[in-house]
C-alpha cells in the first residue's frame, strides 16, 4: 500500500515563507496527477493546487502568485507557500492519483492522501 507523507508544516507569522513536501512510500513516479487540499477548522476541505508529471499546474484563485506547486518525479511534489495571511492556516494535505485527471480540482479522482501538515499563520 501507497502511503503519502507531509512535511514541512508548523507555525510563521503573517508575511512569512514556508516549503511543504509531499513523498510517497514507493511508486512516486508512477502519479501523473499530484495535488494539495487544506481544509481549516471548521470548513470542508478546499483544493490548492496541482501538477501533472509533465509540469502543468493549477491554483486556486486565492493563492495565485504566492504559491507554487513542483514535482520531483521520483519523490512527490512540493509546495512553496510565500507571502503567507492567516487565512491561509489550515491543514494541508498531500492527493495522487495515477491517472492524468481531467479535473484536479476534483478530491474524488484522487486515490492516495496523506494524513496532512498543520500550518499556522499568525497576524
Known amino acids: 500500500q501507497v502511503q503519502l507523507v507531509e512535511s514541512g508544516g508548523g507555525l510563521v507569522q503573517a508575511g512569512g515563507s514556508l516549503r511543504l513536501s509531499c513523498g510517497a512510500s514507493r511508486d512516486a513516479f508512477s502519479f501523473n496527477t499530484m495535488a494539495w487540499y487544506r481544509q481549516a477548522p471548521g470548513k470542508s476541505r478546499e483544493f490548492v493546487a496541482s501538477?501533472?508529471?509533465?509540469?502543468?499546474t493549477d491554483y486556486v484563485d486565492s493563492v495565485k502568485g504566492r504559491f507554487t506547486i513542483s514535482r520531483a518525479t521520483s519523490e512527490g511534489t512540493y509546495l512553496q507557500m510565500n507571502s503567507l495571511k492567516p487565512e491561509d492556516t489550515a491543514v494541508y494535505y498531500c492527493?495522487?492519483?495515477?491517472?492524468?485527471?481531467?479535473?484536479?480540482?476534483?478530491?474524488?479522482?484522487?486515490?492516495?492522501w496523506g494524513q496532512g501538515t498543520q500550518v499556522t499563520v499568525s497576524s
Open positions: 501538477v501533472y508529471t509533465g509540469g502543468s
Open positions: 492527493a495522487a492519483s495515477r491517472n492524468f485527471l481531467a479535473d484536479t480540482a476534483s478530491p474524488s479522482g484522487y486515490t492516495y
